[in-house]
């Protein structure tokens, strides 16, 4: 019987992973709010602070790559453990600034929030490399669904945890949240990860950056990136049509808690379709349908159009969790495995700046038009996904074992 196996396996899997990705993504997600705040009453320009936010969205490109390298040297366990201490040490940097501001710490303020962004990529490294190579292939997409679901899951309370304890303190504790999340996470991964084993940091041969491991990643890739670009414009686009077509901003705030919940009910389906069908069968349809909605733009005039498009676009993102984390495991090879895992996070980062540039491309033709583009964007994308990675990544093969 699969099921009682699968169970074990996940099982195993909430200390040392779950639990501790909860918990720091809660912590990650408590201080982004406060972080524009704390600059502000350094003195820093809101100009000077989004150029700050853009250096950390350009690390999350060129970051994974070296990080990678490290996390494949070191292993997953020391690279997890480097992560929770280094994002420690930022974060008490960074209360302390909060507790005594003033101009003179803003270059400290710079390389704390930094730091926490290398932090954060190496800690994601660790993680994803991780349960890729201690769960079966069997396993993988519901074993990475889950990992996205604890992130998802402590992206929506960490804000709210901290805003609660905002209203009767002050911003530090924000970073005190944060503190105790590494802190905690930081002693699971050391009680219940295990050392790398020798044969995974031996020196053996490295395939390098050879053409037969290229090739299939960069085309499975592809696919991401639009996937990846689409999702950081919906979050863009759905503020920017609330605004242009009038709706209220707690209608806007009502779809996006609407969507999210949403996308967390379909995890649930994500991973076994993937398992059980194949990676094409969810991500063929979550662009299509992310594609669908977002060509729908120009009816946001409505609010039931509004809501409608927020809506078919959460069936489509949710449709497609885990997608990438599983992607990446099934293409990269087990030798050097976080080298790999780094150079395809980097690839996938670039969706994350394709997407703001698509909206900034065709500004002047309204908001309205570049949701059509970025639809047109998925489409395409989906077509692509349909022709390779049923090719790259078969479907199993259907035995009573897989479920």
């Known amino acids: 019987m699969a099921e009682p196996q699968l169970r074990t396996v996940l099982r195993r899997l909430i200390w040392p992973i779950y639990l501790p990705n909860a918990l720091y993504a809660a912590g990650s997600a408590t201080i982004v709010p406060v972080v524009p705040l704390l600059g502000l009453r350094l003195g820093l320009s809101p100009a000077q602070i989004a150029l700050l936010g853009t250096a950390c969205g350009v690390l999350t490109v060129v970051g994974p790559m070296p990080m990678?390298?490290?996390?494949?040297?070191?292993?997953?366990?020391?690279?997890?453990?480097?992560?929770?201490?280094?994002?420690?040490?930022?974060?008490?940097?960074?209360?302390?600034?909060?507790?005594?501001p003033s101009r003179s710490r803003q270059f400290l303020f710079l390389i704390c929030i930094l730091a926490l962004a290398l932090a954060d990529l190496t800690w994601d490294l660790g993680r994803q490399t991780y349960l890729a190579d201690t769960v079966p292939a069997r396993y993988r997409a519901r074993a990475m669904t889950l990992y996205g679901g604890t992130l998802r899951a402590g992206r929506v309370s960490g804000p709210a945890i901290g805003a609660a304890l905002i209203l009767v303190w002050d911003l530090r504790a924000a970073f005190i949240v944060h503190l105790l999340a590494a802190g905690i996470s930081l002693t699971l991964v050391l009680?219940?990860?295990?050392?790398?084993?020798?044969?995974?940091?031996?020196?053996?041969?490295?395939?390098?950056l050879s053409r037969p491991v290229l090739r299939p990643m960069l085309l499975a890739a592809t696919t991401v990136v639009i996937l990846v670009a689409c999702r950081t414009n919906r979050d863009l686009l759905l503020p920017l049509l609330g605004h242009a077509y009038g709706h209220r901003a707690a209608l806007v705030s009502l779809v996006f808690a609407l969507g999210a919940a949403t996308e967390l009910a379909l995890m649930l389906v994500a991973g076994p379709v993937m398992d059980r069908f194949g990676r094409a069968a969810v991500l063929v349809p979550c662009l299509a349908v992310c594609g669908a909605a977002l060509v729908m733009s120009p009816l946001a005039v409505s609010r039931a159009g509004f809501c409608a498009i927020a809506l078919v676009f959460a069936v489509g993102n949710g449709l497609g969790s885990g997608i990438n984390k599983t992607l990446s495991a099934d293409l990269t090879p087990a030798h050097q495995r976080a080298r790999w895992i780094g150079l395809w996070n980097s690839v996938v980062g670039t969706g994350q700046l394709l997407g703001p540039g698509i909206i900034s491309a065709v500004a002047a033709a309204g908001v309205a038009t570049a949701g059509i583009v970025t639809g047109a964007l998925a489409l395409a994308g989906a077509g692509w996904a349909a022709y390779w990675v049923p090719r790259l990544v078969p479907a199993p093969r259907r035995t009573p074992d897989a479920g």
């Open 68 to 100: 990678g390298r490290l996390v494949a040297r070191v292993g997953e366990r020391a690279g997890l453990t480097l992560g929770a201490a280094v994002a420690i040490c930022s974060t008490l940097g960074c209360l302390g600034i909060a507790s005594y």
């Open 191 to 208: 009680a219940c990860v295990p050392p790398r084993s020798q044969a995974a940091t031996a020196p053996g041969a490295d395939p390098g």
